[in-house]
């Protein structure tokens, strides 16, 4: 089986030239993580934009000033395996298809779990391929600092812990940006004219008043937007039926449970390097 035969095909993306609210628009209707970027006059495919780096970047307002260049593509007629060798190469959780140049797919992580659970019934533990060593949230973390916190970490979403240490809930930036609100804020630029080299002009300012606009969360607390209806495993359960769990719920990691105690976090590309191995 080929990329083209399990690829998705309407794909949205942002153009550049372009500004950076025309991502955030795009970020809060999609409540996706990332988006492909296309050159407007060609339509060729030309990087990506993460919503990090729109969180990380509240000055900066040209889109194209943004755009990661270096991204992880694929051609449609190559197979399945490719696909899952060349994400667990470059790290990544989907891969653009490009065929001329211009973006006619994309293909995920959960595409490929999707098709190989139909094919491989492996006897392999969670235990074998969990992440132990996990970055957590505390459940009265301010909505501000956690979007920090889960950009450092690298992850979508974190565990939250209560008083007890126990897991009560996840949380990720697609949660957040649900709750954030688009706010604009105009900042004042000073131009100044004159200076020593002629004492005899006046000192003259013209004020630009910039406008921008960003994604602000609101003055909450992780408890109060976290997701609590979690589905969890067991380091025993089998890797099969976790990625069928994934495929199923629409995840892309979850939590590895002893009783109320977290003891790891299993992600689909862990999955998918213990499944295609």
Not at 46 to 70: A, S, W, Y
Not at 132 to 139: A, P, Q, Y
Request: proline share 3%; with cysteine.
């Amino acid at each position: 089986m080929k990329i083209k035969d399990v690829m998705t095909e309407d794909v949205q993306a942002v153009t550049v030239p372009g500004s950076r609210d025309d991502a955030i628009d795009v970020f809060k209707k999609l409540e996706v993580s990332a988006l492909p970027v296309l050159k407007k006059d060609t339509g060729h495919l030309v990087g990506t934009v993460r919503l990090r780096d729109i969180f990380k970047n509240p000055d900066e307002n040209q889109l194209g000033m943004l755009v990661n260049r270096k991204f992880a593509s694929i051609f449609p007629d190559q197979s399945l395996t490719q696909a899952a060798e060349k994400m667990l190469e470059n790290g990544v959780r989907r891969l653009y298809v490009v065929a001329d140049e211009e973006l006619v797919g994309i293909i995920s992580v959960r595409d490929l779990l999707a098709r190989v659970i139909m094919e491989e019934k492996k006897e392999i533990q969670v235990l074998e391929c969990m992440q132990d060593r996990v970055s957590t949230l505390w459940e009265s973390t301010p909505l501000n600092v956690a979007l920090e916190v889960i950009n450092l970490s690298g992850e979508r979403a974190l565990p939250v812990l209560d008083d007890n240490a126990e897991l009560i809930g996840m949380i990720g930036d697609g949660d957040i940006i649900d709750v954030s609100e688009v706010k604009e804020s105009e900042k004042k630029e000073l131009m100044r004219g004159g200076g020593d080299a002629d004492k005899w002009t006046w000192d003259s300012e013209d004020r630009i008043y910039i406008t921008k606009r960003s994604l602000t969360p609101p003055e909450k607390t992780v408890e109060e937007v976290m997701v609590t209806d979690l589905i969890a495993v067991t380091k025993r359960t089998q890797v099969s039926r976790c990625a069928e769990l994934m495929v199923e719920n629409n995840l892309n990691q979850i939590p590895v449970m002893a009783g109320r105690k977290l003891n790891g976090i299993v992600r689909d590309e862990d999955l998918l390097e213990a499944l295609t191995e």
